[in-house]
């Protein structure tokens, strides 16, 4: 979330009581009054650029930290992200934000698998207002259908969004193709991980943590055509291994598995409802997910982090995190003949039961 | 012998050898940058970049006029491609006309500068020694031309230049012409699609409509599901909402569905009986050749006061389901026939009401038979989406119908799964009553 | 699916004007034109057929392709004046037939050709079926 206050405004007490209200008509899930709020706002000569990150984007992040904290379910996640949805539209149709295209094209559009569209959305506005002609593709994006666009428009460059790092493997993938045919990429999104760290090792032309930065960086100038020559498995060569692959391929076998004895172990999960037994298993399998991305990237520390925010998470909602240790040593056991898996395995557990409840980094 | 061989030769020997290889890692070059794109923009930047930096010291890809308008991308060693489209006639220029028809092929041809157009010489070139115009043969269709110019001061163009520079044309116009066949495949491919791709929802006389359709395979835009709201004709009446699922997939069931999708436009005066419409419809569809069928839904929803009135038939199709405000979700009590490939058919209608904040969600099997979960081989199931429903009281239309495509793609991850649909009809949660008149309309909706 | 784990496999016996298919596996997209293709087959070659049995104990999953397919078979049969048995029809396959509202349709005691007065021209795909015996 950005904090940043851009020079043109007025009064950034006024914009920060604004978002404010708007966040309380987004609780309220009072769509109207939250575009009403937005136009008024636009009416009174507020920039629009203003308005869509200062206004809508920190409420657009509460959302996600309410969800976090159990404070409002999936459900009203999405109803409170569609209101903000509409907000955007709001704010891209009123006079305030006609503008004439005086810089080239850029495609915005989220990796396939990815639904938080809203970040994609913001920073396509934004290049709109700042006189890019913008392809906004929306959420989950398949990466032929990016390609197919990209041969029949005339873009310079792409920017793709990623909130979740189980995404990257996805991301990356999306990354070479569109440079395959000689688009340069710049990325952006949580998943990108601290300072972008991601981003470098996946071989994005370039990277930004937010809409304004995104901009800024695409005014510098073009970026500059990626080598069509590059092959995707020089950035990564401890995929040599396997790991990665076989981990990713056979993620619903060692769910069921660890699930099964599991339940041997805990003789109390024989009393889980089915909609509790399908919570553990939906765990496992994000538990899974991450080793999977963790391989991929080579960072153990993503998963040491994945782990301890998913006992924060569990804590949240009042489910007691001891079964987190015991799961990660199943899976373990049935990764035996996986170095690296092993190693990342056991330095999530080490930190768990050290110290439990602190999270190494945010979730926003 | 080599001792016996003149060192002037061995030197210029030399020089050729490193020439020849500086040469084809040109052509390499060339190929592989070129080869990578399917854009024809792209595809005349990097010719007439890479002509810039190597061949010459300004460099111009033309491609074929279209409606007397000629594109064309110019670019000076060391700067950047500059796209224009010119109102200019190329025959004016001796050589480009010919070139730029492409067939018969036509060598390349010398231009005095003195009559070169203003137009052919970059702003802030200075004086030219020489140019030279150089056909880009395609695939049997003409591909364009490229234009080289050299400074006064620099020398011609030599014979093997040219030679070399016909090679570098021949990969250059190759990939133009892919890249402009491609474009036109898929222009008509676009333009076909336009008519069968499901269409952007939003609210009409005060209820609330949203849609999202995720077609079966990645590289498919359209397939076998989809969805329509026609307004009424006269306010105060109905909208006619369709849903359904085309039997097969691919483009044969995109036809069938645009079929579908006509005959029930055409069918709309008759909105106010279902079962007559889709008796019609079935007759409409019946073939002697095959039993290809779909299942369908109508739903006609009309505002009355604070509430939005519903009629709901099932054509063989996965009944509605009602999300009251107390989060119960109800089944509507619709049944009948398939449509399209048996002689009878039959089907029931059910009224409903939708109080403020209540919704009615229209899917199809892709959803509740997306098989994956996190064991991997469970179906998503019509109880799994009810309970995620129960969660959804009070929810904007698109915040469900984004929930739902949501909870169904992470139920199926990375695993192949069918067309998904999903249509919400809501009655909206204030009694915002301006945006019943009509008026709001445009600033509410993108 | 695209998947394909259980591909179809159909098994045809036949004593006297009875005919019997055991059909295994997924009727689908990919499959169905199979099982349409020997049924239609069977009505060809045995003009005296009164009954045909679909076995449907070792059946996969039916799709949309594989529904289509048995709508298929039903008119075929029914124009050809032959009784069409779906036996040991799994659950699930009652419930998308009913779903449909194509159960009694497939499961209709007695074949009546009339019923089909829009779809004759189907009558070519088996000339001796209107004068069988019965």
């Known amino acids: ?364 | 012998m080599w001792w016996l061989v003149d060192d002037t030769d061995h030197q210029l020997a030399r020089e050729a050898l490193h020439m020849e290889r500086e040469r084809t890692a040109f052509l390499a070059k060339a190929s592989s940058t070129l080869l990578a794109s399917l854009n024809l923009g792209r595809c005349m930047d990097v010719t007439a970049q890479m002509a810039a930096e190597s061949l010459a010291d300004a460099a111009l890809t033309v491609a074929p006029a279209r409606g007397g308008r000629l594109p064309v991308v110019t670019c000076l060693r060391g700067g950047a491609p500059a796209v224009s489209t010119l109102t200019v006639d190329p025959d004016d220029v001796p050589g480009l006309g010919e070139a730029l028809r492409g067939f018969p092929p036509v060598p390349s041809r010398w231009i005095d500068p003195a009559t070169a157009p203003a137009w052919m010489v970059p702003e802030g070139f200075g004086p030219v020694g020489s140019i030279v115009v150089t056909p880009l043969p395609g695939h049997g269709v003409p591909a364009g031309a490229l234009i080289m110019l050299r400074k006064a001061e620099a020398a011609a163009f030599s014979d093997e230049e040219e030679v070399f520079t016909r090679l570098f044309a021949a990969r250059a116009g190759a990939a133009m012409s892919a890249a402009r066949l491609y474009a036109e495949q898929t222009a008509i491919t676009d333009v076909l699609m336009r008519e069968l791709l499901p269409p952007v929802l939003h609210q009409i006389s005060g209820v609330d409509f949203a849609g999202r359709y995720r077609p079966s395979a990645d590289h498919e835009r359209i397939g076998g599901d989809f969805y329509d709201v026609h307004p009424a004709a006269v306010e105060g009446e109905a909208s006619l909402v369709s849903l359904g699922d085309v039997c097969g997939k691919g483009l044969e069931a995109a036809v069938l569905t645009g079929k579908i999708r006509n005959t029930l436009h055409a069918l709309l005066p008759l909105a106010d009986d279902h079962q007559r419409m889709l008796r019609l419809l079935n007759s409409a569809l019946l073939s002697s050749h095959h039993t290809r069928f779909a299942t369908m839904v109508l739903a006609s929803a009309v505002r009355r006061g604070s509430t939005v009135d519903l009629r709901l038939t099932s054509g063989g199709h996965p009944s509605p389901l009602i999300i009251r405000a107390d989060g119960t979700v109800e089944q509507a009590d619709t049944h009948g026939t398939l449509i399209g490939a048996l002689p009878n058919i039959s089907a029931t209608t059910v009224e409903a009401s939708l109080a403020p904040g209540e919704s009615c969600v229209l899917f199809t099997d892709g959803i509740t038979e997306a098989k994956g979960g996190p064991m991997g081989n469970v179906l998503f199931g019509e109880e799994r989406l009810k309970r995620a429903l129960s969660g959804c009281a009070g929810m904007p239309a698109e915040g469900i119908v984004e929930h739902v495509q949501m909870l169904a793609a992470q139920w199926l991850g990375n695993r192949p799964h069918d067309d998904m649909a999903v249509v919400v009809i809501a009655t909206p949660r204030t009694h915002h009553l301006s945006a019943v008149n009509g008026h709001t309309r445009g600033r509410y909706t993108a | 699916m695209t998947t394909h784990p259980h591909p179809l496999r159909l098994t045809t016996v036949g004593i006297q004007d009875s005919v019997r298919i055991e059909v295994q596996g997924d009727v689908d997209y990919d499959s169905a034109d199979l099982l349409l293709e020997e049924v239609t087959a069977q009505l060809a070659a045995r003009p005296a057929l009164t009954d045909v049995h679909l076995s449907c104990a070792g059946l996969g999953t039916v799709d949309s392709m594989g529904l289509s397919a048995l709508l298929m078979v039903g008119r075929r049969t029914t124009v050809a004046g032959v009784r069409l048995h779906l036996d040991d029809r799994p659950a699930y396959l009652d419930r998308l037939l009913e779903l449909t509202g194509t159960l009694d349709y497939l499961t209709a005691p007695v074949p009546s050709g009339a019923a089909e007065p829009s779809v004759t021209e189907e009558r070519a795909a088996r000339p001796t079926g209107p004068d069988r015996p019965t």
Not at chain 1, 197 to 207: C, F, V
Not at chain 1, 336 to 360: E, N, Q, V
Request: charge should be negative; glycine fraction near 6%.
């Open chain 1, 1 to 364: 979330m950005s904090t940043s206050t851009p020079p043109r405004l007025p009064d950034a007490g006024h914009v920060k009581q604004m978002a404010e209200q708007l966040w309380s008509h987004v609780a309220d899930a009072d769509e109207h009054a939250a575009t009403d709020l937005v136009l008024r706002m636009l009416d009174e000569g507020t920039d629009p650029e203003s308005v869509l990150l200062d206004v809508i984007a920190p409420v657009q992040g509460r959302v996600g930290e309410e969800w976090a904290a159990n404070r409002i379910s999936v459900a009203q996640e999405h109803a409170a992200t569609a209101i903000n949805e509409r907000a955007v539209a709001a704010v891209s149709v009123h006079p305030a934000a006609r503008t004439t295209v005086t810089w080239g094209r850029v495609t915005v559009a989220c990796v396939d698998g990815e639904w938080h569209a809203l970040p994609a959305r913001l920073l396509a506005e934004v290049l709109k207002l700042r006189g890019w002609q913008v392809d906004y593709l929306g959420a989950q994006v398949p990466t032929p259908h990016l390609i197919a666009h990209l041969h029949s428009t005339r873009a310079d460059a792409v920017a793709l969004s990623s909130s979740i790092a189980t995404r990257l493997p996805t991301a990356h993938a999306a990354i070479t193709a569109c440079q395959s045919v000689g688009v340069p990429v710049l990325v952006g999104g949580a998943a990108f991980g601290p300072g972008g760290r991601y981003a470098t090792l996946l071989g994005a032309d370039a990277w930004a943590p937010d809409a304004r930065t995104a901009a800024d960086r695409l005014a510098q100038g073009r970026l500059p055509r990626p080598e069509t020559d590059h092959q995707q498995f020089d950035d990564l060569p401890h995929l040599g291994d396997q790991e990665y692959s076989m981990v990713a391929r056979n993620s619903a076998s060692l769910v069921r598995t660890v699930f099964t004895t599991l339940e041997d172990a805990f003789p109390a999960m024989r009393s889980y409802s089915d909609l509790q037994r399908e919570r553990t298993a939906e765990d496992l399998a994000y538990i899974v997910e991450f080793l999977a991305t963790s391989l991929y990237l080579d960072d153990a520390e993503l998963f040491t982090w994945f782990i301890t925010w998913t006992a924060q998470i569990l804590a949240a909602r009042g489910v007691p995190a001891h079964s987190l240790p015991p799961a990660l040593d199943l899976l373990a056991r049935e990764l035996k003949d996986f170095p690296r898996a092993g190693r990342m395995l056991r330095a999530a557990t080490h930190t768990l039961t050290t110290a439990p409840s602190t999270a190494a980094r945010n979730t926003a």
